[in-house]
């Protein structure tokens, strides 16, 4: 590891355990959607109100109801339409997911293309979540969707702290060296911070160790296995793990190598796009 990496992981460590380090905030559509679903007698009409504040969020989900996963004999073109059809907690769940793209805004063309592409990434990881949850387990599909889009949520602070320090701007090794270091520490604080639920909290410290045996399948399964798939025969170094061995791949019942599996799964990837 660089001097520069070495002491850039070293800053950002210890701004962590000093409650030092400037973590995004949620945008605000999200905290209203979450204050307005945590109301059990919430109707419809009332999140639908909260939701289309944000057009751009309420597009995306009515392009997520009808998409091919979920999609219903005849085409949904209203968002009240969508939320009853995808319940009132499943919607939240999912829109508070997706407004996140907010946060992935950056002043400098170097880092608002990193952000670009582990927000693209967490979309196709979201889609594959969902998918896998709905075939092979009893688990909720909308919060694997979540756990797909913030696995990864821990890279941003690293981003913003690299946008103020041009030296580690330009070092591009460097800078991939600390965020693969250490963005699953940052991702796990982030989500406390945010108050996400439990399941979900401690996913973006959880989701790179193949090794992990969980007593029966949970979130973090669902998201490594789509991460395998999503890299599978690239060059990422998630691309060279020897899938057999891993508990998660054993537990769904899933094989990289079968065709039937893989192209169901295929084409859940761009489902949140």
């Known amino acids: 590891m660089s001097n520069l990496a ?3 992981q070293q800053d950002l460590v210890a701004a962590i355990d000093n409650d ?3 973590l995004p905030t949620l945008p605000e559509v999200a905290l209203q959607i979450r204050k307005a679903a945590e109301d059990p007698e919430i109707s419809v009409s009332t999140l639908s109100k909260v939701i289309a504040r944000d057009t751009a969020l309420s597009a995306r989900l009515i392009k997520v109801v009808n998409s091919p996963l979920l999609r219903a004999t005849r085409e949904v073109t209203d968002l009240h339409t969508a939320i009853t059809r995808l319940g009132v907690n499943y919607s939240s769940n999912l829109a508070i997911g997706l407004v996140m793209e907010q946060i992935f805004h950056a002043r400098s063309e170097v880092v608002e293309q990193k952000m670009r592409d582990v ?6 990881i979201a ?14 599909p909308d ?3 979540l756990g797909g889009l913030v696995h990864q949520i821990g890279v941003l602070p690293i981003l913003t702290y690299a946008e103020e320090h ?16 250490i963005h699953p520490l940052i991702g796990d604080k982030l989500l406390r911070v945010w108050e996400f639920p439990e399941m979900l909290m401690q996913l973006p410290g959880k989701y790179l160790d193949f090794e992990r045996q969980s007593v029966r399948v949970d979130y973090v399964d669902l998201v490594q296995v789509a991460c395998l798939f999503c890299y599978r025969g690239t060059d990422h170094p998630l691309g060279g793990i020897d899938a057999s061995s891993v ?3 054993k537990k769904l019942g899933i094989d990289l190598e079968n065709e039937v599996q893989c192209r169901a799964l295929e084409e859940s990837r761009s ?3």
């Not at 927000?119 to 196709?124: G, I, M, Q, T, V």
């Not at 889609?127 to 909720?140: E, H, M, W």
């Open 143 to 145: 919060q694997a969707a």
């Open 119 to 124: 927000w693209r990434k967490s979309l196709e």
């Open 247 to 249: 508990p998660a791949l």
């Open 127 to 140: 889609g594959i979540s969902y998918a896998l949850c709905r075939r092979y387990t009893q688990l909720k």
């Open 20 to 22: 030092d380090l400037v």
């Open 6 to 8: 070495d002491k850039v």
């Open 271 to 273: 489902m949140f796009y």
């Open 166 to 181: 041009n030296e580690l701007l330009s070092d591009s090794i460097s800078l991939n060296h600390v965020i693969d270091q």
